[in-house]
C-alpha cells in the first residue's frame, strides 16, 4: 500500500504482515470480512504517522508505525483483537526526488539566510546616526550629475530622518514589549517566593538580569527589593 509521508506528494510504500483472533468474550456477532475490518484499521494507523515522517525517516518511521500496531489492538466494538509489523519502502525514483528537494530547499534557506544578512546590515547603516545619512545621501545621489541641486540633499536627509525615527520608535517599542514580559514573569517567580533567604536571592539575579537587559534605570534596584519585601 502507498502511504503519504510529511513530504507532500512523496510517498512510502508499505507492506503488513498482521494476525488476529476472537476474543473468547465476544458475542457472535461478527463482521463478515474480519481481514478487511484489520486491514482497514491498521491502515489508519499508520497513514497518520507516515505524515508525520519525511521521505529520508523511512527507519524513524517504521519504527514509530511498530511501536503502534506491534501492541495489541482491538477494533471500536472490541470484538477481536490483533497486532501487525509493517515494512517500509522508498522506491529508487522518489529518492531522487526527494535529494532533488533537499538540495533546492538547502540553496534556498542559503539564499534566505544570506538576504537577512544583507537586511540586518542594511537595517544597522540607516539607524547609524553619523554614517547613516551619508549613506543615504550617496546611495540616491543623481549619477552623473556634476553639480546636483542642494535642496534636493535637504529633501533626501528629511526623508531620510522620518524613516530613521521610524526605525528608532519601532525598535523602542519591541524593547518595551520584551522588558514588560520579562518584569511580568519576574513578578510571578516572587509571588511564588514565601522564604526570605530565597527571595533575597532572586531579587538578585533578576536585578542583575535586568541590568544586562537595560530594563532598569539608575537607581532602580533599590526601589525593586522594598516593593517585594
Known sequence: MSLESKDIGLHYQAVIRYRWWIDSETPAALPTDLDALVRRTLSEQIAKIATEHKISDRVSAQKAMN???GRRLRDVKNRLSFEGRVRLVVPRFIRKVARRRFAEETELRSVHARQTVELELLLERMTDKTLGPVWWVNQYADIGSEVEDPQK???RLAAFRSLQKALDDAKS??????HALVRGKIDEIFNAL?????LALAL???NRMLDHLGAR????????????E
Open 67 to 69: 511501536d503502534v500496531i
Open 153 to 155: 540633499h535637504i529633501n
Open 173 to 178: 517599542r519591541k524593547l518595551a514589549d520584551e
Open 194 to 198: 514565601q522564604d526570605e533567604q530565597s
Open 204 to 206: 538578585q539575579v533578576m
Open 217 to 228: 534605570e539608575d537607581g532602580s534596584g533599590s526601589a525593586d527589593i522594598a516593593e517585594h
